[in-house]
């Protein structure tokens, strides 16, 4: 349970800066859903999976694609950011591999889930002919949020401007 509260929070949190909600609204919310689904068996958990993972992944992409193609003349400066930021000796110095190996594996087992074991047991449950079909699918998951849904809020983080001392315009 310790895990899943860190994205309660986060939940929570989103709730209350962007609609002005409770935190203990939100929570009573997310508990009752949560209570809804849990109770429904194994099954029913992954069917909740199975359908609201595909349409949160699909719709945070074309969210994205949509922010960079409104901001598509900012596209430019953005490239040149990650660039100028990503390959310098400065950077290497200040940031060292360590630092960063470190920060990637916290933020991947956040995001993807990998070892939290929320994921595997939904997997575990999968109806499959052959378990490596599974394991190849929970490895296009880890794919798909490590290197595509990262990538895309990378980008809207840097159109937004918050990593520079001027907003873009």
Request: charged letters at 10%.
């Amino acid at each position: 349970f310790a895990f899943n509260s860190v994205q309660s929070n986060t939940i929570c949190a989103a709730f209350e800066e962007a609609f002005n909600i409770p935190p203990s609204l939100m929570g009573v919310i997310l508990t009752s859903l949560t209570l809804i689904i849990i109770f429904g068996g194994i099954q029913r958990i992954a069917k909740v999976s199975s359908i609201i993972v595909p349409v949160m992944a699909l719709g945070y992409i074309f969210l994205s694609l949509f922010i960079v193609i409104v901001n598509a003349k900012h596209l430019p400066e953005v490239i040149e950011l990650i660039i100028a930021n990503a390959f310098g000796w400065e950077q290497a110095l200040s940031g060292g591999i360590g630092m960063a190996l470190m920060q990637g594996i916290k933020r991947g087992l956040f995001s993807n889930e990998a070892g939290m074991g929320s994921a595997p047991n939904v997997a575990a449950s999968a109806d499959v002919t052959h378990p490596v079909k599974q394991g190849l699918i929970q490895t296009l998951g880890v794919f798909t949020d490590t290197l595509v849904i990262c990538t895309c809020t990378a980008f809207i983080i840097l159109f937004s401007g918050a990593s520079q001392k001027k907003p873009m315009e």
